[in-house]
């Protein structure tokens, strides 16, 4: 996708961001407006607008963006208490950037899933 999509000008080095971890084929940075005391955003460099899209298209990619996840909540120090991993996805689902993301939230309890 390029220059047209946000999270592929981070993991371009265009955009900058505060980057936790880094593999061949994944980035991850904290959220620029974080919604818990950890708040990362993992995406594959390469572009998929969604999880969905991702996963029909690379399912071993997907499985490495599940696996840089894990070390980046292990990292952040969330294993003992847990946390939440998230994929927004689509328009009722909330996604603002469509580049597929996994939100990795924790460091205090997070309520329910939804609010009503
Ligand atoms: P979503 O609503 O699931 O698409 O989440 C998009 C997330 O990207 C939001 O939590 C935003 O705060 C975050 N975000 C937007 N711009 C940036 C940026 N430049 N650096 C880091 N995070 C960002
Ligand atoms: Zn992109």
Known sequence: MGSD???CRIAAGEIPATIVRETDTTLAFRDIDPKAPVHVLVIP????ADVAALGR????LAGELLAAAAVVAED???LGDGYRL???????????VFHVHA??????PLGPMLCR
């Open 57 to 60: 298209a690379d399912p071993a």
């Open 5 to 7: 999509c946000l999270f």
């Open 103 to 108: 939100h990795v939230l924790g460091g205090a």
């Open 45 to 48: 460099k390469e572009h998929y």
């Open 86 to 96: 998230m994929f927004n996805t689509g328009a009722y689902g909330g996604q603002e």
């Open 76 to 78: 952040e120090g969330l």
